[in-house]
């Protein structure tokens, strides 16, 4: 729904623009973790402990809300 579309673009927006990315990637675009780490040049395990760092960060915000 253009509600839930909403919401999501405003949690994203709380992350940094290097983390931004990796989700938009991984979750909207749908890549693999070894195909976001080959195109931004970082190693998958990189790659996979940022993604994770960075949902973390998503879950924390949806607490204090």
Do not use: C, N, P, W
Request: glycine share 4%; no cysteine.
């Amino acid at each position: 729904s253009h509600d839930a579309q909403r919401r999501f673009e405003a949690l994203i927006a709380t992350l940094d623009r290097d983390q931004r990315e990796l989700i938009v990637l991984r979750f909207v675009v749908g890549l693999s973790t070894r195909q976001i780490a080959a195109i931004v040049g970082k190693s998958d395990g990189a790659i996979r402990m940022q993604l994770s760092r960075s949902l973390r960060a998503l879950k924390e915000t949806t607490r204090v809300e």
